[in-house]
């Protein structure tokens, strides 16, 4: 590993989630064009919908969600009740497009309750068109029991997203979340068990006092229980975004060169067990439709990370959830009590969001398919003078062997694969623009 490597992996720079992301949202877009932008959906549109839950029963000190610990119930109804008058003014103006696609995030999404979620979806299926071919919910293997499980297979659940996150006693005790390997292992019985069969793992690497040789344990030990899938993150240190991360030994996380060396070692680990890389920090089996979306240049990525979803539209539901119409981004309001007050006077709670440009359409496209391929092409930036800037703020990479350039195309190396939030970077038009801080490429 080169020392111009770990320079690379210390440089901060977006997910890449969306383009422009999402500090660049503003109150420009409010309930009213959100409310237009439905209305002008074709009937024949398709419609993915995400619901978000921001509470947890304890609170990750690693967490970057948006989320709060709650230890009542009541919250939990008020929150409830909400969601499902906002389906109410969802559905009015786009009852009649299908819904091919349902995810539940947080949050702990499970902290509604085996009826809540179960009410939920009767009124989503009784006021939208829905057809999903995936029915998804994101999962704490602390809190699976079989309760919850049968309102999952009821409700039609077909793929669960667990966050295990390490293995290491050392490790989950250093960031606040411990589960014993046997408790996840009891609740991905239960969901197999419940003919729930898609499953997908998230682990980190980055963590405190993590070593590679912990990491690789903790792969070898999800492997036994066979995911689908393995999501890969860094950990990401933006105590001063999320103050609750100060819990956490600065002087215990390692530095970019052990990073890299993490991430590079657990990559050829899930390789060698027969997963399939995906973009940056995804691992699939060959079977999965992740994997053979990826290699028919079908996938696609939004705020749940890399997905198979095709949907026209993308509708948040819930506080700060984040929608992506044709026409540009929307984001309810971030806090409970703005979402509430919306959601009460029989508003939608939209807060801010963006307008896409041409250009923005152009730049999104190229940065999502070097997300997703690992190359894109140039033409269709539209733009010579672009194209030269964006060669020149590539260049540090391509000299060190991590992308080539041609002059239609630039694809980054498997050497670069860690960097290509680098890459992607370089045709970001508001990069530098405000004072949005963002974690480090790797």
Same mark, same amino acid.
């Given at each position: 590993?080169?020392?111009?490597?770990?320079?690379?992996?210390?440089?901060?720079?977006?997910?890449?989630?969306?383009?422009?992301?999402?500090?660049?949202? !503003?109150?420009?877009?409010?309930?009213?064009?959100?409310?237009?932008?439905?209305?002008?959906?074709?009937?024949?549109?398709?419609?993915?919908? *995400?619901?978000?839950?921001?509470? %947890?029963?304890?609170?990750?000190? *690693? %967490?970057?969600?948006?989320?709060?610990?709650?230890?009542?119930?009541?919250?939990?109804?008020?929150?409830?009740?909400?969601?499902?008058?906002?389906?109410?003014?969802?559905?009015?103006?786009?009852?009649?497009?299908?819904?091919?696609?349902?995810?539940?995030?947080?949050?702990?999404?499970?902290?509604?309750?085996?009826?809540?979620?179960?009410?939920? !979806?009767?009124?989503?299926?009784? !006021?939208?068109?829905?057809?999903?071919?995936?029915?998804?919910?994101?999962?704490?293997?602390?809190?699976?029991?079989?309760?919850?499980?049968?309102?999952?297979?009821?409700? &039609?659940?077909?793929?669960?997203?667990?966050?295990?996150?390490?293995?290491?006693?050392?490790?989950?005790?250093?960031?606040?979340?411990?589960?014993?390997?046997?408790?996840?292992?009891?609740?991905?019985?239960?969901?197999?068990?419940?003919?729930?069969?898609?499953?997908?793992?998230?682990?980190? *690497?980055?963590?405190?006092?993590?070593?590679?040789?912990?990491?690789?344990?903790?792969?070898?030990?999800?492997?036994?229980?066979?995911?689908?899938?393995?999501?890969?993150?860094?950990?990401?240190?933006?105590?001063?975004?999320?103050?609750?991360?100060?819990?956490?030994? !600065?002087?215990?996380?390692?530095?970019?060169?052990?990073?890299?060396?993490?991430?590079?070692?657990?990559?050829?680990?899930?390789?060698?067990?027969?997963?399939?890389?995906?973009?940056?920090?995804?691992?699939?089996?060959?079977?999965?439709?992740?994997?053979?979306?990826?290699?028919?240049?079908?996938?696609?990525?939004?705020?749940?990370?890399?997905?198979?979803?095709?949907?026209?539209?993308?509708?948040?539901?819930?506080?700060?959830?984040?929608?992506?119409?044709?026409?540009?981004?929307?984001?309810?309001?971030?806090?409970? &009590?703005?979402?509430?007050?919306?959601?009460?006077?029989?508003?939608?709670?939209?807060?801010?969001?963006?307008?896409?440009?041409?250009?923005?359409?152009?730049? &999104?496209?190229?940065?999502?398919?070097?997300? %997703?391929?690992?190359?894109?092409?140039?033409?269709?930036?539209?733009?010579?003078?672009?194209?030269?800037?964006?060669?020149?703020?590539?260049?540090?990479?391509?000299?060190?062997?991590?992308?080539?350039?041609?002059?239609?195309?630039?694809?980054?190396?498997?050497?670069?694969?860690?960097?290509?939030?680098?890459?992607?970077?370089?045709?970001?038009? *508001?990069?530098?623009? &405000?004072?949005?801080?963002?974690?480090?490429?790797?």
């Amino acid at each position: 590993m080169t020392s111009k490597a770990c320079i690379f992996a210390e440089q901060a720079a977006p997910r890449y989630t969306s383009y422009p992301t999402a500090p660049h949202f !503003t109150a420009a877009v409010g309930p009213e064009t959100y409310a237009g932008w439905l209305e002008e959906l074709p009937e024949a549109a398709t419609l993915s919908l *995400y619901l978000h839950v921001p509470f %947890c029963a304890e609170l990750c000190h *690693y %967490c970057g969600c948006h989320t709060k610990v709650v230890r009542r119930r009541e919250p939990i109804d008020a929150y409830a009740d909400l969601l499902a008058r906002e389906i109410d003014l969802l559905a009015a103006r786009t009852a009649q497009q299908t819904v091919s696609a349902i995810h539940w995030g947080g949050g702990t999404p499970s902290m509604l309750g085996p009826d809540r979620l179960v009410d939920l !979806t009767d009124r989503l299926a009784a !006021t939208f068109n829905c057809a999903p071919a995936e029915h998804a919910i994101e999962l704490d293997p602390r809190h699976i029991d079989r309760p919850l499980v049968q309102a999952l297979a009821k409700i &039609g659940v077909n793929r669960a997203s667990l966050g295990v996150q390490e293995f290491a006693p050392h490790v989950q005790q250093a960031i606040g979340r411990i589960q014993p390997f046997e408790q996840v292992a009891a609740g991905v019985a239960l969901l197999r068990a419940a003919g729930i069969a898609h499953l997908n793992f998230d682990l980190m *690497y980055g963590l405190p006092h993590q070593s590679a040789d912990d990491l690789n344990h903790s792969i070898a030990l999800a492997h036994t229980l066979a995911p689908s899938r393995v999501a890969l993150f860094g950990y990401a240190h933006v105590p001063w975004f999320k103050t609750h991360q100060r819990l956490i030994d !600065t002087a215990a996380l390692g530095g970019a060169s052990e990073r890299l060396a993490q991430a590079e070692s657990a990559r050829e680990t899930l390789i060698s067990l027969g997963y399939v890389p995906i973009g940056l920090d995804h691992f699939a089996r060959p079977e999965d439709s992740l994997a053979q979306a990826a290699a028919a240049s079908r996938l696609r990525r939004n705020f749940q990370g890399y997905t198979t979803d095709e949907a026209d539209a993308l509708i948040g539901l819930g506080v700060s959830a984040i929608g992506r119409m044709p026409q540009g981004f929307v984001q309810n309001a971030p806090d409970i &009590g703005g979402y509430a007050r919306a959601i009460e006077n029989g508003r939608l709670a939209t807060v801010r969001g963006t307008a896409f440009t041409a250009d923005d359409r152009r730049r &999104g496209r190229i940065i999502e398919r070097l997300m %997703c391929d690992l190359a894109a092409e140039l033409d269709d930036l539209g733009d010579e003078a672009a194209v030269a800037d964006a060669a020149e703020a590539l260049a540090p990479l391509a000299a060190e062997g991590l992308v080539t350039i041609g002059e239609h195309r630039i694809a980054v190396t498997e050497a670069g694969r860690p960097f290509v939030r680098l890459a992607a970077a370089a045709f970001d038009a *508001y990069l530098g623009k &405000g004072a949005a801080r963002h974690s480090r490429a790797v």
